[in-house]
């Protein structure tokens, strides 16, 4: 019987929904929602506040300051509280209601950016309100775009994972915001298991991969400022999904009772789509890496007026069709 005395201790790290019969192909979804933070970002909030802890750069009357869009600030918000750390998260206008008000009710400050750099969007902006709180010597940033504590959680926990319970896994699929869980994992297989393929997958306008930026609705995945952190050459591929794909994907998890957030819809998207075209006799096996779960998206990819007025009727007709064809 598991005994915890702080609640980043606690994370579920062995589950996974077989997703074959769902989705055709021979998929393991690995569920890292369920934790008191909600999200896959615990682990990361957790390793980097306690490197800042032990560089010094992290002690009594500082406090924390970093910029996300949602899911980092709530699992930074919970570690702060758990530790004792005043903490300021910056976001902006996509970051939904729900999700400040967790913020706020951890004791965190939010402060939220309503118009987007020229050039850099949301996150341009949110990095430079950042560095100028940081100009006061009693705010430390943690910088989950480039700090190596973001990846080195990963490294040391969700690539082993994934393989001690897929010790035969041929490809695996993993989001790309920060790229912190992607490089860890990928980091982490080339070296202990460098046949297995390493599938990033981006939303399409992010500029993460050198696309050209265009606009996004939804946060979580995709980024306006290539993260520093990236390192290509362990990637071996890259996938982006249109955001509609990411709509279609999680409310047909949902007709099946599985409530996943956007993040994962477009992971899931971007692997079917993948095994579809490479793997198409099903001779593999795939793990995609679900970041979240799904109720902090209940005002935005669950809600009907919300897709009709971003994404058009047409899209909600689609989707009304393919529930009506369930048995």
Same mark, same amino acid.
């Given at each position: 019987?598991?005994?915890?005395?702080?609640?980043?201790?606690?994370?579920?790290?062995?589950?996974?929904?077989?997703?074959?019969r769902l989705s055709g192909h021979p998929l393991y979804l690995k569920c890292e929602g369920f934790n008191f933070a909600?999200?896959?970002?615990?682990?990361?909030?957790?390793?980097?506040?306690?490197?800042?802890?032990?560089?010094?750069?992290?002690?009594?009357?500082?406090?924390?300051?970093?910029?996300?869009?949602?899911?980092?600030?709530?699992?930074?918000?919970?570690?702060?509280?758990?530790?004792?750390?005043?903490?300021?998260?910056?976001?902006?206008?996509?970051?939904?209601?729900?999700?400040?008000?967790?913020?706020?009710?951890?004791?965190?400050?939010?402060?939220?950016?309503?118009?987007?750099?020229?050039?850099?969007?949301?996150?341009?902006?949110?990095?430079?309100?950042?560095?100028q709180v940081c100009e006061d010597e009693g705010h430390v940033w943690l910088n989950q775009y480039a700090n190596p504590?973001?990846?080195?959680?990963?490294?040391?926990?969700?690539?082993?994972?994934?393989?001690?319970?897929?010790?035969?896994?041929?490809?695996?699929?993993?989001?790309?915001?920060?790229?912190?869980? /992607?490089? *860890?994992? %990928?980091?982490?297989?080339?070296?202990?298991? &460098?046949?297995?393929? #390493?599938? $990033? +997958?981006?939303?399409?306008?992010?500029?993460?991969?050198?696309?050209?930026?265009?606009?996004?609705?939804?946060?979580?995945?995709?980024?306006?400022?290539?993260?520093?952190?990236?390192?290509?050459?362990?990637?071996?591929?890259?996938?982006?999904?249109?955001?509609?794909?990411?709509?279609?994907?999680?409310?047909?998890?949902?007709?099946?009772?599985?409530?996943?957030?956007?993040?994962?819809?477009?992971? /899931?998207? *971007?692997? %079917?789509?993948?095994?579809?075209?490479?793997? &198409?006799?099903?001779? #593999?096996? $795939? +793990?995609?890496?679900?970041?979240?779960?799904?109720?902090?998206?209940?005002?935005?990819?669950?809600?009907?007026?919300?897709?009709?007025?971003?994404?058009?009727?047409?899209?909600?007709?689609?989707?009304?069709?393919?529930?009506?064809?369930?048995?």
């Amino acid at each position: 019987m598991p005994v915890i005395s702080t609640p980043q201790e606690f994370n579920v790290d062995d589950l996974y929904v077989d997703l074959r019969r769902l989705s055709g192909h021979p998929l393991y979804l690995k569920c890292e929602g369920f934790n008191f933070a909600g999200s896959i970002k615990l682990k990361a909030a957790n390793e980097m506040v306690s490197a800042a802890v032990r560089a010094g750069t992290l002690r009594e009357g500082v406090t924390l300051v970093e910029s996300s869009s949602g899911n980092l600030g709530v699992a930074l918000a919970l570690v702060a509280a758990s530790r004792g750390y005043r903490f300021l998260c910056v976001t902006d206008a996509r970051c939904n209601l729900a999700t400040r008000q967790l913020m706020e009710a951890l004791g965190a400050r939010v402060h939220v950016i309503t118009e987007p750099d020229p050039q850099d969007g949301y996150l341009g902006a949110r990095i430079r309100y950042v560095k100028q709180v940081c100009e006061d010597e009693g705010h430390v940033w943690l910088n989950q775009y480039a700090n190596p504590a973001n990846w080195m959680a990963h490294y040391q926990s969700t690539g082993p994972e994934i393989l001690k319970s897929f010790p035969e896994v041929d490809v695996v699929f993993i989001g790309a915001g920060s790229t912190g869980t /992607l490089m *860890g994992c %990928a980091r982490y297989f080339k070296e202990t298991k &460098p046949s297995v393929r #390493v599938v $990033a +997958v981006d939303s399409v306008g992010s500029v993460t991969f050198g696309t050209p930026a265009q606009p996004r609705v939804l946060p979580g995945l995709g980024t306006s400022v290539r993260p520093p952190l990236l390192d290509e050459s362990f990637v071996d591929e890259v996938l982006h999904v249109a955001e509609r794909d990411t709509v279609r994907a999680c409310r047909t998890l949902l007709r099946h009772g599985f409530l996943f957030g956007g993040s994962t819809g477009t992971v /899931l998207s *971007g692997a %079917a789509d993948w095994l579809t075209r490479n793997r &198409p006799d099903g001779d #593999v096996t $795939a +793990v995609a890496i679900a970041p979240d779960l799904g109720d902090r998206y209940l005002d935005t990819v669950y809600r009907d007026q919300w897709i009709s007025d971003i994404y058009g009727a047409d899209l909600l007709a689609e989707d009304a069709m393919l529930a009506r064809r369930l048995p």
